[in-house]
């Protein structure tokens, strides 16, 4: 499967912005997606996961209440809901994606095959 990430951009500190991760090339329904990000200076971080069938999501504590994540399978699509951004939100934002039809998410990143190029997000204070 192919992943194509957009929706990022230079905002400011209270911002928002939806992130999009268009999937190719397989059935995505069965496939578990999340997204990571690596901000300047530091280690990949998991952010926000949706399990295959949209039942079961998950998020780091910094975004928790901030952020949502959706899916709609339907159109291969997976969002993630940027609300309140900070600027330790500046990061490169990726959408991964692994085929398994697990009931949890998990957050590391070895559990996902599939990995799109990435998208920046800048949050100015």
């Known amino acids: 499967v192919q992943l194509q990430a957009s929706g990022g951009g230079l905002v400011q500190a209270g911002d928002s912005l939806r992130l999009s991760c268009a999937a190719s090339g397989r059935i995505f329904s069965g496939y578990g997606t999340a997204w990571f990000r690596r901000a300047p200076g530091k280690e990949r971080e998991f952010v926000s996961g949706i399990n295959w069938s949209g039942g079961s999501t998950s998020y780091a504590d910094s975004v928790k209440g901030r952020f949502t994540i959706s899916r709609d399978n339907a159109n291969n699509l997976v969002y993630l809901q940027m609300d309140n951004l900070k600027p330790e939100d500046t990061a490169v934002y990726y959408c991964?994606?692994?085929?398994?039809?697990?009931?949890?998410?998990?957050?590391?990143?070895?559990?996902?095959?599939?990995w799109g190029q990435g998208t920046l997000v800048t949050v100015s204070s």
């Open positions: 991964v994606a692994a085929l398994n039809r697990l009931s949890f998410v998990p957050f590391e990143a070895t559990w996902y095959r599939y």
